[in-house]
């Protein structure tokens, strides 16, 4: 058996050597890796950002200067040090989107765009061109020969979007022109549903009109930017090309007219207008391929309804979206088109209690219109109410 000034001494040595090397460990907390010469390879599987976070009083250089010797790498130059510390700023700018009070203005991007970049290059060499404005359709591949006519009278100065409800967006291929269309594919949704999910104003603000199509219109009688000078020759809001004489035509005041360039009236049958400056006499177009300005169309995308996702009786409120909507809401007679009555959409609905799939889809329309306007109503109303009980208040302080 080994004497107790042995096994003394052993225990002291052994305390020493654990102190030692705390020591050491606390002091030299790099040294594994500034020191130690380690295999290249090795580096990028050490969790790095855990070994900065834990001795975060190190420079960045430092901590990284074997590995960035062994990889040859600037890394001053590709992660420099900020100039100062970011937690010790504050921030808040209240004119900022809501959201962003933290940043600082200058790093804000508020709105986007549709155009389409490369994943190389320099970004401000991406865009050789850019679209002023931009034609939206809602399509079945049914229709894929019409749209591909269609898309025929619009220049190169238009973004081009397609909403697929057949969900064959891959299928469209074939046309050289839809290598740089953006598509948007989901099953059995209409052209308002797409509209108020993806072409919210703040995306589509660089354009300065947005037409939003149906997708069975013939256009042999039509030109984008002809259609175009007319509508900023008489300043028009919100437009659209007159419709062709046909059977079922429903409105007097989409009819095209042979004797003018624009009409912005119409008379319609005994008792449809209360007043002559008012819808479907005036200030009204329909829905089946209106033309928004970018001003029209920020307040117009605001009254689209999430869940009425066929637009009816949309037509007969875009008036409150302009100021004088009787003069700057018009049909343009120069340029006009055919409506092909495809029933297309109607035909994806659900047939129900022996009813065909279209006889839904159009009971859900009129329904919609009934909801639609008496949202508006309920809206108006409860807008009035308030306003005058403020100002009756404001009298009775005063």
Not at 380 to 387: D, G, H, I, L, M
Request: proline share 6%; with cysteine; glycine share 6%.
């Amino acid at each position: 058996m080994r004497r107790p000034s042995q096994m003394m001494r052993l225990l002291l040595t052994s305390f020493f050597g654990v102190i030692v090397g705390f020591l050491m460990g606390i002091t030299f907390p790099t040294l594994t890796l500034t020191k130690m010469n380690l295999p290249s390879t090795l580096f990028p599987s050490i969790d790095l950002a855990y070994i900065e976070d834990k001795y975060s009083d190190i420079s960045r250089q430092r901590l990284f200067g074997s590995w960035s010797s062994k990889k040859g790498l600037k890394l001053k130059n590709d992660i420099p040090d900020p100039p100062y510390n970011y937690n010790d700023t504050k921030i808040w700018v209240s004119t900022n989107p809501r959201g962003a009070e933290r940043l600082p203005p200058g790093i804000v991007t508020s709105e986007s765009d549709l155009y389409l970049r490369r994943l190389w290059g320099d970004p401000n060499e991406d865009l050789t061109i850019k679209q002023r404005y931009l034609v939206a359709f809602t399509v079945g591949y049914d229709q894929r020969k019409n749209i591909d006519t269609v898309l025929k009278k619009f220049s190169d100065n238009f973004s081009i979007m397609l909403f697929h409800y057949d969900g064959r967006a891959s299928d469209w291929e074939e046309f050289e022109w839809s290598k740089r269309a953006i598509h948007v594919s989901i099953r059995k949704q209409t052209k308002w549903w797409y509209a108020k999910r993806f072409l919210h104003p703040d995306i589509v603000s660089p354009y300065e009109y947005i037409f939003i199509w149906d997708e069975d219109l013939g256009v042999e009688n039509f030109d984008s930017e002809k259609y175009l000078a007319v509508v900023k020759k008489h300043g028009l809001e919100i437009s659209q090309p007159g419709l062709e004489p046909y059977e079922g035509l429903t409105w007097e005041m989409t009819k095209k007219r042979d004797d003018t360039e624009v009409h912005m009236h119409a008379e319609e049958r005994n008792g449809w207008c209360t007043d002559p400056n008012l819808p479907p006499c005036a200030a009204f177009v329909e829905i089946m391929a209106p033309v928004f300005s970018r001003k029209a169309w920020r307040c117009v995308w605001y009254m689209i309804q999430n869940d009425l996702v066929h637009g009816w009786g949309l037509d007969f409120a875009v008036r409150k979206c302009v100021q004088n909507a009787h003069e700057t809401i018009g049909v343009v007679d120069a340029q006009w088109i055919v409506h092909q009555g495809v029933p297309s959409l109607g035909n994806q609905g659900q047939p129900e209690q022996g009813k065909q799939p279209w006889e839904g889809v159009r009971e859900r329309c009129r329904r919609e219109w009934t909801m639609f306007q008496d949202r508006l109503d309920e809206a108006e109303k409860s807008y009035f109410e308030a306003s005058a009980h403020n100002n009756a208040s404001s009298r009775h302080h005063g």
